[in-house]
């Protein structure tokens, strides 16, 4: 006796993109400028073809299409207006693509997804932010917002590291932020004798910097094991768990918090993340991307 035949399964119906939810489109934009910020990496102004994606909040990422090779996350370094400024490095296929775009390309955005830095819940505080090495970029909004509205903080703290002199960004800018009421500390791992700096990890600056402890909040991104370390130093000066906020990076694909790709525990991040409270988060940033 044989069974009953079983049919083939009906295809899924494929969507058009005048079907797809709005975020899983990209929103064409043109690049306006390029911008060499090191040997690697890169910084694009985005102005759009047509409407814009929604305005971003600080902390927040887009995902940036190259046609024809692939997307990307990318935090949003900068922009208003419907302009975008986004800082990338040169580490794949896609990012290569994208560095490569001269003023004139076509790129597409979706976005902005995910989480804030959430500035403005430090007024009256000490604001500590500290980046180590492409961290900087997510960060750079942090310092601009706090620097717009300088007299809703107390000090603004800017403590940067990287890997060697060359691999430092936005350095022509550290002069315009010290001249608006930021202090800003740059430390790097290595240097040859022309770096008349500091040499050593960014988690010295913390122990040396000047803020008060239980009046500070603190703003931090970088690699996974930097953020560690500058939390626990963070911690060890007495700055509150929860006063301590952390951007954190898993393999981002669809933006929306429904592929699992950045699956970090319980977090899906490109939904319930990229920006949380170190309070959250201090168990979940000791597991290792497989």
Not at 11 to 27: F, G, I, K, Q, Y
Not at 123 to 129: E, K, L, N, T
Request: proline fraction near 8%.
């Amino acid at each position: 006796m044989t069974g009953p035949s079983l049919a083939a399964p009906a295809p899924r119906p494929t969507m058009t993109p005048a079907e797809m939810p709005p975020t899983m489109v990209p929103t064409p934009y043109r690049v306006v400028d390029r911008r060499e910020e090191t040997y690697d990496t890169v910084t694009l102004t985005l102005e759009p073809v047509a409407a814009p994606i929604p305005a971003y909040r600080p902390g927040q990422f887009t995902m940036l299409y190259a046609f024809g090779v692939g997307e990307v996350p990318i935090s949003i370094s900068g922009g208003d207006g419907g302009t975008l400024v986004q800082t990338l490095r040169a580490v794949g296929a896609v990012t290569r693509a994208l560095c490569a775009a001269e003023p004139g390309a076509t790129i597409g955005v979706r976005g902005p997804f995910g989480t804030e830095w959430d500035v403005p819940s430090a007024a009256g505080r000490d604001v500590i932010i500290v980046a180590g090495g492409i961290g900087l970029a997510p960060l750079r909004p942090v310092v601009l917002a706090a620097l717009a509205d300088r007299s809703r903080f107390r000090r603004v703290g800017v403590l940067i590291g990287a890997r060697t002199p060359r691999d430092l960004l936005f350095t022509d800018q550290f002069a315009g932020w010290r001249a608006r009421g930021a202090e800003v500390a740059v430390t790097v791992d290595q240097a040859d004798t022309e770096w008349l700096g500091d040499v050593g990890l960014v988690t010295a600056l913390v122990d040396h910097a000047e803020f008060d402890p239980g009046g500070a909040a603190a703003f931090v991104c970088g690699p996974e094991v930097m953020m560690r370390f500058t939390a626990r130093s963070l911690r060890r000066r007495g700055v509150a768990a929860d006063r301590i906020r952390v951007s954190l990076e898993r393999n981002m694909k669809c933006g929306v918090g429904l592929c699992g790709h950045c699956q970090l525990g319980p977090l899906l991040l490109c939904r319930d993340g990229p920006v949380r409270s170190y309070a959250d988060i201090a168990d979940l940033i000791v597991v290792k991307e497989l």
